[in-house]
C-alpha cells in the first residue's frame, strides 16, 4: 500500500527553523518527483518545493526560494523539507505529494498520491 506521512510540523517564532520529513513507503523514489504544497486558512493549496530524486534537479516557489531546502536521503524513500527564516505567512498545513512522472510540476493536479499534512504555524 502506498502511503506518504509527514512529520515536524510545529509552532516556532518567527525567524526560526524547521525541518519537515516526508516518509514514503510501497513506492521506489527513483521513478518519481516529490513535491512540498502548503495551504492556510481559507487559501488554495499552493507550491512550495519539488525534487527528482535521481536527477538531483530542484524547483522552488519565488515566496520560498533561498530560505527552503528540499533534499531526499540516500535510501530514497524519505523527503525533508528544511524551513529557515520562518515568517508568519509560513503559517499552513504543509503536504508532501507524489507525482507519478519524472518531469517536475508546480501544480496539485499533476500529483497523484498525497500525505495527511503537518501544521506549521509561525507566531510569535
Known amino acids: 500500500q502506498r502511503r506518504l506521512v509527514e512529520s515536524g510540523g510545529a509552532l516556532v517564532q518567527p525567524g526560526g527553523s524547521l525541518r519537515l520529513s516526508c516518509a514514503a513507503s510501497?513506492?521506489?523514489?527513483?521513478?518519481?518527483?516529490i513535491g512540498w504544497f502548503r495551504q492556510a486558512p481559507g487559501k488554495e493549496r499552493e507550491f512550495v518545493a519539488a525534487i527528482n530524486p535521481v536527477a538531483g534537479n530542484t524547483y522552488y516557489s519565488p515566496s520560498v526560494k533561498g530560505r527552503f531546502t528540499i533534499s531526499a536521503d540516500t535510501s530514497r524513500i524519505r523527503v525533508h523539507l528544511q524551513m529557515n527564516s520562518l515568517r508568519p505567512e509560513d503559517t499552513a498545513v504543509y503536504y508532501c505529494a507524489v507525482r507519478n512522472m519524472l518531469s517536475i510540476a508546480s501544480t496539485p493536479p499533476e500529483y497523484d498520491y498525497w500525505g495527511q499534512g503537518t501544521q506549521v504555524t509561525v507566531s510569535s
Open positions: 510501497g513506492f521506489n523514489l527513483e521513478y518519481y518527483v
